[in-house]
């Protein structure tokens, strides 16, 4: 059988950006599956929503909820610790917080610049530094996602900053990727489009501004756009990233799936 109900059960899931919207869906969905989830975030409120939605959508979940910012070292180390302590040793990282602050490079605020660069490329390398080691001195392997971009492929207007960060995790996938898979350990990358959650209507808005145009109009243009005509759902996103986990993806090694509704086609 390609595809068991069984196969996450017990397995561990530590998934950065829990609190937003694909983060949230993936932790509840790990959760339904069985897996042991350790959310991390740095709203504590919503952190505790989603660790209580998990419980109850998984009655054989253990759950822990890590508040955290992953910019910081300190932090960082405690996440690893905690999530470890927890629910066990991490079979599975997720590395999906991420932020946008897109705008065009003439008005791109150096702070702004940073802040990309430091949580989507820098600080999620040095998170998964810090599992990989732990999953390297197990000798168990593992899976790592990283949750990427359709940006991490190809320029957008408007998101230097935001592309480029994407563009470094995608290197940063395929570069580890083949030191990791020596200790059985698959990374790979998913690259979304847009998807229906808060960074999305966020984006949608400022193009919206720029333009001078209502968000709705913004958003029917998107959609028009897509030869799918429709926007990605965060559920979506969710499946792809559990597939390349899952050992039906054995042999797929520094990939990044896109999930573009068809908009982007080549390789
Ligand atoms: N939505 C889209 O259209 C789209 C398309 C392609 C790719 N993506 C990527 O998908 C991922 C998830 O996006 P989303 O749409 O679910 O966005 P979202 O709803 O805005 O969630 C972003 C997450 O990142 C976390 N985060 C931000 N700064 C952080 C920090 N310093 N430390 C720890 N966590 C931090 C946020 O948690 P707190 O605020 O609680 O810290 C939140 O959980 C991102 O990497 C994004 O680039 C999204």
């Given amino acids: 059988m390609i595809f068991s109900e069984e196969q996450f059960v017990g397995k561990h899931l530590l998934i950065t950006g829990a609190t937003g919207g694909i983060g949230m869906t993936t932790a509840l969905k790990a959760a339904e599956l069985g897996m042991h989830v350790s959310l991390t ?3 504590q409120d919503k ?3 989603v660790a209580d939605a998990c419980r109850r959508a998984g009655d054989s979940a253990r759950v822990t909820a890590i508040a955290a910012d992953l910019t910081k070292e300190e932090d960082r180390t405690r996440i690893v610790e905690e999530a470890e302590a927890g629910g066990g040793p991490i079979d599975y990282l997720v590395n999906n917080a991420g932020i946008a602050k897109g705008t065009v490079l003439e008005r791109l605020e150096e702070a702004d610049l940073r802040d990309v660069m430091e949580l989507n490329f820098t600080s999620t390398v040095l998170l998964t530094q810090e599992v990989f080691r732990h999953m390297k001195a197990r000798e168990t392997g593992g899976g790592i996602v ?3 971009s359709l940006s991490g492929l190809r320029g ?4 230097t900053a935001y592309c480029g960060s994407k563009f470094a995790l995608i290197g940063f996938t395929q570069s580890f990727a083949y ?3 020596e200790d059985g350990v698959r990374v ?4 979304p489009g847009f998807v229906e959650t808060g960074m999305a209507k966020d984006i949608i808005k ?3 501004e720029r333009e001078g145009i209502s968000f709705e109009n913004k958003y029917d243009q998107i959609v028009d756009g897509l030869p ?3 926007i990605t759902r965060p559920e979506e996103v969710v499946n792809s990233i559990l597939y390349l986990l899952s050992p039906a993806a054995v042999n797929i090694i520094g990939e990044s799936l896109k999930i573009s509704a068809g908009a982007v086609m080549h390789g």
């Avoid at 957008?156 to 998101?159: R, T």
């Fill in 41 to 43: 975030g740095r709203n």
């Fill in 47 to 49: 952190l505790q929503e």
């Fill in 146 to 148: 990283n949750v990427a």
């Fill in 156 to 159: 957008v207007h408007g998101a």
């Fill in 179 to 181: 030191e990791a898979i």
């Fill in 188 to 191: 790979n990358a998913v690259c």
């Fill in 206 to 208: 400022r193009k919206a």
């Fill in 228 to 230: 799918a005509k429709r």
